[in-house]
């Protein structure tokens, strides 16, 4: 976001004066121009400097060896194989679903989109008390899971789920106007001349979507990063096994280690940067591809 | 019959789309579905295209019923009324997209493609998006597209809508001109009386889901059969009591009285009318100059109407009294219409 503002009232200020009704007088520019920045600075800026400033207050050799600390290390790893196994199945059910919606005509659409925008409404450490629920020792399905040995509750695939609960609606939001701005003639034209519904999939509506679908499967990845509410519920902060690395802060923060929470951070940190960035290079060229 | 449809059905819940329509087509011809926007032209064409299925009925096409036939197997180029081009796509690949997934040979595709770029007169846009091309363009390249496969059959839908008035009567008669020189079978749909009079070699009117009537366009305009076609035709007025008017025979009761500009004669006091005892006097409340004559509004015995009036007349003014007399008109009785000639004329032929 933080990107996002700048760069939309920079670039006109050049233009006030033609416009200069339009915009009120040089005072209010000014007032919300400063405004604006002491607020991004206040909220944004400056924590990301505490970050940074603390992480290496120690000198780097502190910090590198917080950063590279088995738990640590573990709990990178863990935040990637459950933002990457998120990102592949939100992908495949994102697909599906905004397909389902925008082609077809069918009993109870409202409620399946309602329904996807659900994750986003509940608050996520609900979602993990239901997940809890739903697999864990009060459940009728525990025996069965206990039997073919394969634990949900405080478990790496709990994590997991919570993930792709949370992260569910990122990418089908972000497909479902370009689909149905899109409508079905150019499907139906392509059925016609024969063309199977694979080849009308990879040669009409992917390349429509295309940059829908990435800019989604990077929102989804940095929300991925990020969980912490449903993904600590079900985690059980089982060191080195089932923390990832928002809980591994938590963990280190708890323990009073100051220093290391804030090198942990400054990974997180880097990963959102890395995605900001990212993110406006795939904006920019699927708004320049758009113009076309 | 090259197409036939027999008892066709069709609901979308409780509205009926179609209502046991049937009608033929011979090959080779050009055949406009006409009617006002939902009766059901579209959903006629999209189910001879095998985009929808009938609810009972049966289509048939060179012979065969087509009811179950998948939409890619039966023969037919479908032009969609917003031509759906592949965006994504060159105007080249557009046009070879039928014959690609046909897995045609690379070199035969290009022959063809080439062959169609070329009678479409695109040579050198092949590399060119749709979005780089203008309204006629694209349709032209919807139009190859729909080609290409060597359909016996092409469905247009609605094909002139989006294009500006001045390109549209060149593409019309380009349409025509290419259908006829390849030898398909043509059916498209639209709203515009004009645009089915000027293009078809047979319109078919709907409306309400039913047909209402079939023949060339000039049986439709001159002997319409149906109340609904009579005032769907030209620019109609209606007349509030016919019997004030001089000269017509009595036919008891009836709904409507139709007339249509060319059947009005309004002559200024000073001029001479050759039925002079038949006229009654009206007044001129609207007059519009439309290029090739005046189109007057003339207010006569409680009735409004329009007349024409060509420019190398004496020119009339609003508000200004002039005779009028009505050749013929049609009446409507129920859903039967009858045309009634103005006696006065009947009298002088007999005299000759």
């Given amino acids: ?292 | 019959m090259y197409i036939e449809l027999k008892n066709i059905n069709k609901s979308y819940g409780s509205f009926k789309a179609s209502d046991n329509v049937g009608f033929g087509i011979e090959k080779g011809k050009l055949v406009a579905l006409l009617g006002p926007s939902g009766s059901g032209k579209t959903t006629i064409l999209r189910m001879i295209a095998g985009l929808e299925r009938p609810d009972s009925g049966e289509i048939i096409i060179d012979g065969k019923v087509v009811n179950n036939v998948p939409a890619s197997e039966r023969g037919i180029g479908f032009v969609f009324q917003s031509y759906a081009l592949f965006r994504y796509m060159t105007v080249y690949d557009n046009i070879a997209f039928g014959l690609t997934v046909r897995k045609q040979n690379k070199k035969e595709i290009k022959e063809r493609v080439t062959e169609l770029i070329e009678l479409i007169g695109l040579k050198g846009f092949e590399k060119r998006y749709p979005s780089q091309l203008s309204g006629g363009q694209r349709q032209r390249v919807a139009f190859a597209r729909a080609l290409a496969p060597n359909p016996q059959v092409l469905l247009l839908d609605e094909p002139f809508a989006a294009i500006d008035a001045k390109v549209r009567s060149e593409l019309r008669k380009w349409l025509r001109d290419m259908i006829h020189q390849l030898g398909v079978t043509g059916i498209f749909v639209t709203h515009d009386q004009d645009e089915a009079i000027e293009v078809s070699d047979e319109i078919i009117v709907t409306n309400h889901g039913r047909i209402e009537q079939t023949g060339t366009p000039a049986d439709i305009y001159i002997n319409p059969t149906t109340a609904f076609t009579s005032s769907f035709f030209g620019t109609t007025s209606e007349l509030t009591d016919y019997k004030l008017f001089n000269s017509f025979d009595d036919v008891g009761e009836y709904d409507k009285a139709i007339i249509r500009p060319e059947f009005v004669r309004v002559t200024k006091k000073n001029e001479n009318q050759k039925y002079e005892k038949s006229a009654v006097e009206g007044v001129v409340t609207d007059l519009q100059f439309r290029g090739n004559s005046y189109e007057l509004t003339v207010n006569c015995n409680n009735s409004r109407f329009s007349a024409r009036r060509g420019l190398d007349e004496p020119a009339v003014e609003i508000g200004e009294k002039v005779d009028v007399f009505i050749f013929r008109l049609f009446i409507t009785q129920g859903n039967t219409v009858r045309l009634l000639k103005n006696n006065a004329i009947r009298e002088e032929t007999v005299i000759i």
């Fill in chain 1, 1 to 292: 976001m933080a990107a996002e503002k700048t760069e939309r009232v920079m670039p006109r200020e050049g233009s006030t004066e033609i416009h200069a009704d339009t915009k009120g007088s040089k005072a209010v520019r000014i007032i919300l121009i400063t405004l604006s920045v002491l607020f991004l600075f206040i909220m944004l800026v400056m924590p990301l400097i505490t970050v940074i400033y603390e992480s290496f207050r120690k000198g780097f050799g502190e910090y590198l060896k917080a950063v590279t600390d088995d738990e640590t290390v573990g709990a990178l790893l863990l935040t990637l194989e459950a933002t990457v196994i998120a990102v592949i199945i939100n992908t495949v059910f994102g697909l599906f679903a905004a397909w389902a919606i925008s082609k077809f005509r069918f009993r109870g659409k409202k409620f399946l989109v309602t329904l996807i925008d659900l994750p986003v409404t509940v608050s996520p450490i609900i979602a993990g008390l239901i997940f809890v629920l739903t697999f864990g020792r009060q459940s009728f399905l525990y025996s069965y899971l206990e039997e073919i040995d394969f634990m949900i509750v405080y478990a790496v695939p709990g994590i997991i789920l919570a993930t792709v609960f949370v992260t569910f609606p990122f990418i089908s939001r972000e497909i479902l106007p370009v689909l149905e701005a899109q409508g079905t003639d150019e499907e139906e034209a392509a059925a016609l001349m024969g063309a199977r519904s694979f080849t009308i999939f990879r040669k009409i509506t992917l390349p429509h979507i295309k940059w829908a679908l990435i800019y989604g499967i990077v929102l989804c990845a940095a929300r991925a990063m990020g969980e912490f509410g449903a993904v600590s519920v079900l985690s059980g902060h089982l060191r080195g096994k089932t923390v990832t690395l928002p809980l591994q802060v938590e963990i280190l923060f708890g323990d009073n280690k100051y220093m290391p929470a804030f090198a942990v951070s400054s990974i997180l940190m880097i990963m959102a940067v890395v995605i900001l960035i990212v993110r406006s290079i795939v904006e920019f060229i699927g708004r320049r591809k758009g113009e076309e």
